[in-house]
C-alpha cells in the first residue's frame, strides 16, 4: 500500500511531525466520517437512536468486535477508556485485607492509582515486581514476574504492551501459569487491538481491557472491556442506572448493568465496524509488519545518540509499533515542549519511577523522513541546550 495514499486517508495536520500515534491513536477519514453520520443521526431523532436504533447498532457492533478478537459478544461490553474498566473490576473484586494484587513496575500510572485507591480501602496490597532491564527473553521474564508471588496473591495484572516503556509483554505465558496457580487474570490491552493479533480465546484471560480508539482509529472514547461469562456477576455497573434489575433483559445482566447507563453519545462505539472494514481494506498486516520494520531498524542509532542501550532485544518478541528509548534529562516536560514547539514533533518524553524515555510510535502515515526530523532535533537540542544529559 502506497505510503502517501495512507497518509491521506487521516486528519493530522500537515505541519506536524507525528510520532505519538500511541496516547490517544489518530481517527482514518472513512470512520471519522461514520462517526458524524451517526452523530447527526442521533440528533435528528435523538429517541429513537438512544431508546431503539443505537442499541441495534451497539449490538452490531459488538458482535463485530467479538469476531475480530474471537470471544462471545455477549462477553464484552463497550466503556469509555480502559481505565474506566479498570475501575470497574478494582472497585468490585473482593479482596480482603493482606490480599495482594501481582503486576509489574511498568504499568500504566492511572491504572496503577485505581489499583492503590481501592486496595488501601480494604488494606489489601498492589505489588509492583521490579523488572530488571535490559529483558532478555519471555522465559526470563516470567520468572522474575513470578518472584512476586506470594500465598496472599489474589489477582494478577499485566499489560499486554506497556504504555511508557512501549515493550510486548509475554502476556500468554503470565496468563498461562497463572492458570495454573489459580489465579484469577486481568489483561490491560489498551494498546493491543489493532497494533497485534488479539485472539481471546486462546488467551484465556479472564479479564481483558483494550482500545479500540488507540491502534484501530476510531474516535475517542471507544473502549471495550470483556470478562469471561462464569465471573460478570461479580462485577457491579460504576454507574447504577436503568440497567440495574432490568426487567426487559436486553441480552445478559452483564450488558445491561454496564451498557445501560443513561444518556450517552454511543456515536464512537457504532464504528468499530467500519475501522475493522478499513484495515482489512487496506491489508493491515502488512501495513503493520512495514511499521515494526520501521520501528526496528531506527532504534540503534537512538539509542547511541543518546549514548544508552535498548531495553529489550530488537525483535517482534518484545517490540511491535512502539520504541522508547532511555535517556537523560533533568526536564522531560521541556524537552517535550521544545520538540513541539520549536522542531514541530509530537513525541512524549516519558517518566516512570526515576527512568525517562523518549518514546515514538509509528503508524501507516509515517515515514523514515519522520524518524529522520527527530533525530536532527536531538542532535541540534544536544548541540545548542543542556537539556540531554550524555
Same mark, same amino acid.
Given at each position: 500500500?502506497?505510503?502517501?495514499?495512507?497518509?491521506?486517508?487521516?486528519?493530522?495536520?500537515?505541519?506536524?511531525?507525528?510520532?505519538?500515534?500511541?496516547?490517544?491513536?489518530?481517527?482514518?477519514?472513512?470512520?471519522?466520517?461514520?462517526?458524524?453520520?451517526?452523530?447527526?443521526?442521533?440528533?435528528?431523532?435523538?429517541?429513537?437512536?438512544?431508546?431503539?436504533?443505537?442499541?441495534?447498532?451497539?449490538?452490531?457492533?459488538?458482535?463485530?468486535?467479538?469476531?475480530?478478537?474471537?470471544?462471545?459478544?455477549?462477553?464484552?461490553?463497550?466503556?469509555?477508556?480502559?481505565?474506566?474498566?479498570?475501575?470497574?473490576?478494582?472497585? #468490585?473484586?473482593?479482596?480482603? @485485607?493482606?490480599?495482594?494484587?501481582? /503486576?509489574?513496575? *511498568?504499568? $500504566?500510572?492511572?491504572?496503577?492509582? %485505581?489499583?492503590?485507591?481501592?486496595?488501601?480501602?480494604?488494606?489489601?496490597?498492589?505489588?509492583?515486581?521490579?523488572?530488571?532491564?535490559?529483558?532478555?527473553?519471555?522465559?526470563?521474564?516470567?520468572?522474575?514476574?513470578?518472584?512476586?508471588?506470594?500465598?496472599?496473591?489474589?489477582?494478577?495484572?499485566?499489560?499486554?504492551?506497556?504504555?511508557?516503556?512501549?515493550?510486548?509483554?509475554?502476556?500468554?505465558?503470565?496468563?498461562?501459569?497463572?492458570?495454573?496457580?489459580?489465579?484469577?487474570?486481568?489483561?490491560?490491552?489498551?494498546?493491543?487491538?489493532?497494533?497485534?493479533?488479539?485472539?481471546?480465546?486462546?488467551?484465556?484471560?479472564?479479564?481483558?481491557?483494550?482500545?479500540?480508539?488507540?491502534?484501530?482509529?476510531?474516535?475517542?472514547?471507544?473502549?471495550?472491556?470483556?470478562?469471561?461469562?462464569?465471573?460478570?456477576?461479580?462485577?457491579?455497573?460504576?454507574?447504577? #442506572?436503568?440497567?440495574?434489575? @432490568?426487567?426487559?433483559?436486553?441480552? /445478559?445482566?452483564? *450488558?445491561? $448493568?454496564?451498557?445501560?447507563?443513561? %444518556?450517552?453519545?454511543?456515536?464512537?462505539?457504532?464504528?468499530?465496524?467500519?475501522?475493522?472494514?478499513?484495515?482489512?481494506?487496506?491489508?493491515?498486516?502488512?501495513?503493520?509488519?512495514?511499521?515494526?520494520?520501521?520501528?526496528?531498524?531506527?532504534?540503534?542509532?537512538?539509542?547511541?545518540?543518546?549514548?544508552?542501550?535498548?531495553?529489550?532485544?530488537?525483535?517482534?518478541?518484545?517490540?511491535?509499533?512502539?520504541?522508547?528509548?532511555?535517556?537523560?534529562?533533568?526536564?522531560?516536560?521541556?524537552?517535550?515542549?521544545?520538540?513541539?514547539?520549536?522542531?514541530?514533533?509530537?513525541?512524549?518524553?516519558?517518566?516512570?519511577?526515576?527512568?525517562?524515555?523518549?518514546?515514538?510510535?509509528?503508524?501507516?502515515?509515517?515515514?523514515?523522513?519522520?524518524?529522520?526530523?527527530?533525530?536532527?532535533?536531538?542532535?541540534?537540542?544536544?548541540?545548542?541546550?543542556?537539556?540531554?544529559?550524555?
Amino acid at each position: 500500500m502506497n505510503n502517501n495514499f495512507l497518509k491521506s486517508q487521516f486528519l493530522l495536520r500537515d505541519d506536524i511531525t507525528f510520532l505519538n500515534f500511541g496516547s490517544f491513536g489518530a481517527c482514518a477519514k472513512p470512520v471519522f466520517q461514520q462517526y458524524q453520520a451517526f452523530q447527526l443521526e442521533l440528533e435528528q431523532e435523538p429517541v429513537q437512536f438512544i431508546t431503539v436504533n443505537g442499541l441495534q447498532y451497539l449490538q452490531e457492533s459488538r458482535a463485530a468486535l467479538a469476531k475480530y478478537v474471537n470471544c462471545n459478544s455477549k462477553d464484552l461490553v463497550y466503556v469509555t477508556n480502559p481505565s474506566y474498566a479498570v475501575n470497574i473490576i478494582a472497585k #468490585s473484586i473482593d479482596l480482603k @485485607e493482606g490480599d495482594e494484587v501481582l /503486576t509489574t513496575n *511498568l504499568e $500504566y500510572g492511572a491504572c496503577d492509582k %485505581t489499583w492503590n485507591y481501592y486496595c488501601k480501602k480494604v488494606g489489601a496490597k498492589y505489588i509492583r515486581q521490579p523488572i530488571t532491564f535490559p529483558l532478555t527473553t519471555k522465559e526470563q521474564f516470567v520468572d522474575d514476574f513470578f518472584k512476586g508471588l506470594t500465598p496472599k496473591t489474589k489477582l494478577v495484572f499485566i499489560s499486554h504492551i506497556t504504555s511508557t516503556t512501549g515493550l510486548r509483554l509475554p502476556a500468554e505465558e503470565i496468563v498461562a501459569k497463572a492458570k495454573s496457580l489459580g489465579l484469577m487474570t486481568f489483561i490491560d490491552g489498551a494498546h493491543a487491538p489493532g497494533q497485534i493479533d488479539v485472539n481471546l480465546s486462546t488467551l484465556q484471560a479472564d479479564i481483558f481491557t483494550g482500545a479500540c480508539h488507540k491502534w484501530m482509529m476510531t474516535p475517542k472514547g471507544s473502549s471495550f472491556l470483556y470478562v469471561k461469562k462464569e465471573l460478570q456477576h461479580l462485577f457491579d455497573p460504576l454507574i447504577v #442506572s436503568w440497567g440495574y434489575e @432490568e426487567n426487559l433483559q436486553s441480552e /445478559t445482566q452483564f *450488558l445491561d $448493568y454496564h451498557q445501560l447507563q443513561g %444518556t450517552r453519545d454511543y456515536s464512537a462505539f457504532l464504528t468499530i465496524p467500519k475501522a475493522i472494514e478499513f484495515m482489512e481494506e487496506n491489508n493491515w498486516k502488512e501495513v503493520s509488519k512495514n511499521c515494526r520494520s520501521l520501528v526496528q531498524a531506527n532504534s540503534a542509532k537512538f539509542c547511541k545518540l543518546l549514548n544508552t542501550k535498548s531495553i529489550a532485544p530488537i525483535s517482534d518478541e518484545f517490540l511491535v509499533q512502539l520504541y522508547s528509548v532511555p535517556m537523560k534529562t533533568a526536564e522531560p516536560q521541556k524537552l517535550q515542549r521544545l520538540l513541539f514547539e520549536k522542531y514541530k514533533i509530537e513525541i512524549p518524553v516519558m517518566q516512570l519511577d526515576d527512568k525517562i524515555f523518549l518514546r515514538y510510535s509509528i503508524q501507516a502515515f509515517n515515514s523514515q523522513e519522520d524518524l529522520d526530523k527527530l533525530y536532527e532535533a536531538i542532535v541540534d537540542i544536544k548541540a545548542k541546550t543542556n537539556l540531554i544529559e550524555v
